[in-house]
């Protein structure tokens, strides 16, 4: 069962504009369309059917329609196009570059860039993931090399992490992920991750990191020395996590090649949605992500100039 849409499944199932926005409304409302921004299912479709109307709403913000309240909304890029832009996504274990994402879409490479970012954003998640059983812990850094850095850019501070964006990432063994950037890998941001998203009585495999050490306490803990070559030592090993990482890390270097770590935190939702979500096949997983960008809107304006939200 193939985890997407091929390009000819896709025009078969959306041949124009109306059957994408039937479809879309269908994943947010289903058969009873209620206004996104006051939640009334006073409501009623405009003549044309491209808009709806609330009843309860005040005057002059009545209307609006199914992209109004997600990542599609102020958009002028057909919903057809928005719904491609999504199976593309989705389907690319290593991502997509805004350049090639704009060939394929046909829109402009600025367009594309900003509908990527829109859909990483969908991308974050709505939920906290309770992680249980056997879960991998471990930390790697995303960033360019030194020693392929022109001597301007050099920090010549060493190599390793140096000049680099630590991303943290805890893996349930055959399950999900959860992963994200840290300012620093310390016990300071690691342990409340920690705390939040494995459940109590859960046995935790480590690198020999010493960030790690006062994990015997609070878990079963058992940790690898890697700094010994020892990599499996029982059910201890970190193998399951790195392999996550061996996939960003070959979309950051192969298909994107640069990341700006502002945005970071999205490109990793990224990689992380789609590994959460690769039991998903065809439609339902671009129905996951349409019901998973509800009110993640995010305008250029903010993604050129971040917030600590956006």
Known sequence: ???????????????????????????????????????SEKVW?????????CGDCPKGKERFSVRTGTIMEHSRVPLQKWL???????????????????????VTQKTAWHMEHRIRKACESNEELPLKGDIEI????????????????????????????AVVGLQQRQGKVVAMHVEKANRATIYPIIEKHVEKGSSVFTDDHKIYDS???????????????????????????????????????????????????????????????RHLSGIHAIGALISNSEGKSLSYTELIHPTHDS
């Open 215 to 277: 994990l015997h306490g609070a878990f079963d803990h058992e940790s690898v020395k890697h700094s010994a070559g020892e990599y499996v030592k029982g059910k201890a090993s970190t193998n399951s996590i790195e392999s996550f990482w061996a996939l960003i890390k070959r979309g950051y270097y192969g298909t994107h090649h640069w990341w700006s770590y502002k945005h970071l935190h999205r490109y990793v939702a990224e990689y992380v949605y789609r590994h959460n979500t």
């Open 1 to 39: 069962m193939s985890h997407y849409l091929s390009i000819h499944e896709f025009y078969q199932r959306f041949p124009d504009e109306n059957a994408a926005r039937d479809y879309i409304a269908q994943q947010r409302w289903g058969n009873k369309p209620c206004c996104p921004r006051c939640g």
């Open 138 to 165: 471990d930390e790697t850094y995303i960033g360019g090399k030194e020693s392929n850095k022109h001597a301007s850019k050099k920090l010549n501070q060493g190599r390793g992490a140096v000049g680099k964006a």
């Open 45 to 53: 479709k405009i003549s044309g059917g491209m808009h709806y109307k």
């Open 84 to 106: 491609l832009a999504i199976n593309l996504m989705i389907s690319a274990r290593k991502g997509f570059s805004s350049i090639q994402f704009a060939k394929h879409l046909g």
